[in-house]
């Protein structure tokens, strides 16, 4: 087992991180930018590193600083958390390389899922449902044009190193398509330094479902059920849920088994996300996989009663699961929402001073934050300020608790998403099991629902820092 572990994150992720570790008796670095120098990560942590000012590429986005924090640190290991560099296969070989070992997969697998023009190729291999689409990226406007007059439009050009929502436009007409592409190709070469594009065949009122696997380095691969994250606005999550509701035991079996599928596939060895469209006929399509630690991840850790942090650990040091698929038992019904600092009617960010917080308890009730007012929230990373997370006997049960653990908590000073929570959790076509990706806009702002109307159900989950 390692003896320290440098986190490469911030907020509640890196929090999560040190408390895994103290109980399984590792010591823990937090590597911080200057923004967070007062953050309870860094107060937890048994040793803490500046790594660089406010804004993210300077510090979180700082492979050289990271890496070399972890050797002033005397650090056998690195977790990336989420986001920021956890996906990013040029740090895992680069930890490779100075003998530090990175918490994920390795970076071979992270270069083939990342690539999503060929992770759809992988897919189709493994004999994995995929999305109609080009089966690789779109030299140009012009084949673009071949693309969608041969699947029919609407159509979702994509970012192939993108995720977040970045990167990404529909076109519903042919008229709109060169300009779409090129805007497309700009911001994907901002965002992800790859303007490689590539199309798909929009799939409308879907549902977005996906399968936490897990895989050792011995070749064993298990799945711990799926999550349904369907109620999302602008592509970012707000609320999931496991297991996802209304879907046939065929469709449950079919999704777990193409999940694994896939894992074996990229010999995929860690913790890992494969997520899934499912239409309105139950038929299910590969998105993409997430080769890193979901922010949801609660969820399946409350009906599984498995640590998926303490896996990824136990994984990269080389252990084994020391468990088979049969013996996985997923208990009752589990629903996270998202606490961000954003107005909950416009979604604009709420940064500022958080001067009271008072997070819900109680049977069944699980918050992770990193909040500790008073504190900053600070203008420059994710707006994720909590996690509130509640288990049921059954979905019933586990919609009730989260609607007495959302109208006890108490947060003063900036403006937070709840009343958009309570909001989903009252609407019938979310209690009734049938919610998709297209319903959150009816349920916001003017301005979501213009943008949801000419956005795709098909999107990956998260931002550049919070991927889903």
């Not at 911080?32 to 510090?59: M, N, Q, T, W, Y």
Request: aromatic content about 6%.
């Amino acid at each position: 087992m390692f003896h320290k572990i440098l986190i490469a994150n911030r907020g509640e992720i890196a929090l999560r991180i040190i408390r895994t570790c103290r109980e399984l008796g590792i010591r823990t670095v937090i590597a911080h930018s200057k923004a967070d120098a007062d953050s309870l990560p860094v107060r937890r942590a048994d040793e803490s590193i500046c790594i660089g000012p406010d804004d993210a590429r300077s510090s979180y986005l700082n492979m050289a600083s990271i890496v070399s924090a972890a050797a002033i640190t005397d650090s056998d290991a690195i977790h990336p958390g989420y986001g920021f560099l956890a996906e990013n296969p040029a740090f895992a070989d680069i930890c490779r390389a100075c003998s530090i070992t990175f918490i994920g997969p390795s970076p071979e697998a992270i270069r083939l899922m990342g690539d999503k023009a060929q992770a759809r190729q992988i897919a189709q291999q493994a004999g994995v449902p995929i999305v109609p689409g080009s089966e690789h990226p779109l030299r140009d406007g012009a084949e673009a044009r071949e693309l969608a007059d041969r699947i029919g439009y609407p159509v979702m050009l994509k970012a192939a190193a993108g995720g977040g929502g970045r990167g990404m436009r529909v076109v519903r007409e042919a008229e709109n398509l060169q300009s779409s592409f090129a805007a497309c190709q700009s911001e994907a070469a901002a965002a992800f330094g790859s303007s490689e594009i590539y199309g798909e065949k929009l799939i409308e009122r879907a549902r977005h479902v996906e399968v936490q696997v897990l895989g050792d380095k011995s070749g064993m691969r298990v799945h711990l059920g799926e999550r349904d994250c369907s109620v999302q606005r602008r592509h970012q999550k707000l609320i999931e849920e496991s297991p996802a509701p209304g879907l046939g035991a065929e469709t449950r079996a079919g999704l777990h088994r193409a999940a694994l599928a896939l894992a074996h596939a990229v010999n995929y060895v860690s913790a890992g996300t494969v997520e899934f469209l499912v239409d309105e006929s139950e038929r299910f399509y590969f998105i993409e996989m997430n080769t890193r630690i979901q922010v949801e991840h609660p969820v399946t850790e409350m009906v599984t009663g498995i640590d998926i942090v303490r896996e990824q650990v136990r994984i990269a040091a080389g252990e084994p699961l020391g468990y088979r698929q049969d013996s996985i038992e997923l208990r009752g019904h589990a629903i996270e929402c998202r606490m961000n600092a954003e107005d909950p009617d416009t979604f604009a960010p709420s940064a500022g001073r958080v001067t009271a917080w008072t997070p819900p308890g109680g049977y069944g009730v699980r918050v992770d934050s990193h909040l500790a007012a008073p504190c900053v929230v600070p203008p420059f990373y994710d707006s994720l300020l909590a996690k509130i997370i509640v288990h049921g006997a059954d979905r019933a049960e586990a919609i009730d608790r989260m609607r007495r653990a959302l109208g006890e908590t108490i947060i003063q000073g900036v403006k937070t998403t709840i009343p958009f929570h309570l909001k989903v959790l009252g609407d019938p076509g979310f209690l009734g099991g049938s919610f998709t990706t297209a319903d959150a806009a009816r349920l916001g702002d003017a301005e979501s629902r213009s943008a949801t109307a000419s956005r795709s159900a098909t999107a990956p989950p998260g931002r550049s820092e919070r991927r889903g």
